[in-house]
């Protein structure tokens, strides 16, 4: 069995006020399709943009992702829900995605997503393995029945937002030939 010793423990670099930056958000090309984002030090409410748009900037091109959220050291609500926009972003485009988590977010996880809706796995070789083996189609969008006047969503077919809408869609979302505006 083969083992590495260092002498000193491998330290990454934290921007000012230990937030996550674009410095903070690395990608890496697994394959053709497949891209491996990474973040490392802390999410909170002031950096959780930061990751999303990080994540959103690496995916561009690619099938599927591996989210490794394994380094951070510290990971609030406000990063649950940039990974509910991967989620939901990620179906919308047919893309395939697992996360990797850490501690900190696995804890957040634990409260979260108690059902264990986000597809995740405890390394980066299991996610690829998974992303692999549960191929993501885009979803087939259809108009609503007569009668419906709005989707699970809350998006009328006028355009306009219901009071069981939500705000900041990740993608264009369709409703029948309306976009909204």
Same mark, same amino acid.
């Given at each position: 069995?083969?083992?590495?010793? %260092?002498?000193?423990? @491998?330290?990454?670099?934290? $921007? ?8 903070? &958000? /690395? ?5 053709? %399709? ?5 973040? &490392?030090?802390?999410? =909170?409410?002031?950096?959780?943009? =930061?990751?999303?748009?990080? @994540? ?9 992702? &591996?989210? =490794?959220? !394994?380094? +951070?050291? #510290? #990971? ?11 989620? !939901? ?20 996880? /634990? ?7 986000? $597809? %995740?796995?405890?390394? @980066? ?10 191929? %993501?189609?885009? *979803?087939?969008?259809?108009? +609503?029945?007569?009668?419906? =006047?709005?989707?699970?969503?809350? @998006? ?7 009071? +069981? ?6 993608? *264009?979302?369709?409703?029948?030939? !309306?976009? $909204?505006?």
């Amino acid at each position: 069995m083969l083992v590495a010793h %260092t002498t000193r423990p @491998i330290a990454f670099p934290r $921007p000012a006020g230990n937030h996550i930056g674009y410095d903070m &958000v /690395r990608a890496r090309e697994l394959s053709s %399709t497949t891209v491996l984002v990474t973040a &490392v030090g802390e999410v =909170d409410a002031a950096s959780a943009a =930061d990751l999303s748009e990080g @994540i959103a900037r690496h995916l561009s091109g690619y099938r599927q992702l &591996v989210l =490794d959220l !394994s380094r +951070l050291v #510290f #990971f609030a609500a406000a990063g649950y829900s940039v990974l509910h926009r991967v989620h !939901s972003g990620c179906a919308l485009a047919g893309i395939g995605w697992v996360l990797v988590p850490g501690p900190e977010v696995a804890r957040l996880l /634990r409260v979260c997503d108690p059902d264990g809706i986000l $597809p %995740t796995a405890p390394n @980066i070789v299991s996610a690829v393995a998974r992303n692999w083996r549960e191929p %993501t189609r885009p *979803p087939e969008l259809s108009t +609503l029945p007569p009668g419906t =006047d709005h989707c699970s969503c809350g @998006i009328l077919p006028s355009g306009e937002t219901s009071a +069981l809408g939500r705000r900041g869609l990740p993608w *264009p979302h369709r409703v029948g030939n !309306s976009m $909204p505006r």
